[in-house]
């Protein structure tokens, strides 16, 4: 009985191990977003995509890390927007990729207007029935 009592304890360590791990990869990659300028718009937005697919990786493997991952990134955005005014420049990519984890941001990012191809126009077309 000792074993097993040794050996769920060590999971439980390595969970709690592997979510602080997360949580503060999440905060460290947030405040380098934070500080991230591209030279070109090219180079920023290949910048943004690789992040996004490191996060959608990260889901696919490990839910549990990718939520403690997703925590640490809300703590640090929510803490520099509370501080970021007019003095911060960030780019129209952070804007929008922010306001997914704070939603403080997403004024910010209504302003700037960034749109990835997509229109908000609809058009409605006659519908035609034929009977016989």
């Excluded at 040794?6 to 990869?25: I, N, P």
């Excluded at 990718?66 to 005014?85: N, T, V």
Aim: net charge positive.
């Amino acid at each position: 009985m000792a074993k097993s009592e040794e050996t769920t304890k060590a999971k439980a360590k390595t969970k709690v191990d592997k979510t602080s791990y997360y949580t503060k990869r999440g905060e460290e990659d947030a405040k380098f977003e934070q500080q991230y300028k591209a030279e070109a718009e090219e180079g920023e937005k290949e910048f943004w995509k690789e992040q996004k697919d490191y996060e959608k990786d990260l889901k696919k493997r490990d839910k549990k890390a990718y939520k403690a991952y997703k925590k640490g990134k809300q703590d640090a955005y929510e803490e520099h927007y509370s501080h970021c005014d007019h003095h911060c420049h960030h780019s129209d990519y952070y804007y929008y990729h922010a306001s997914y984890y704070y939603h403080g941001y997403h004024q910010n990012y209504s302003k700037t207007q960034l749109r990835y191809g997509q229109t908000k126009v609809r058009l409605r077309t006659p519908r035609i029935r034929i009977g016989f």
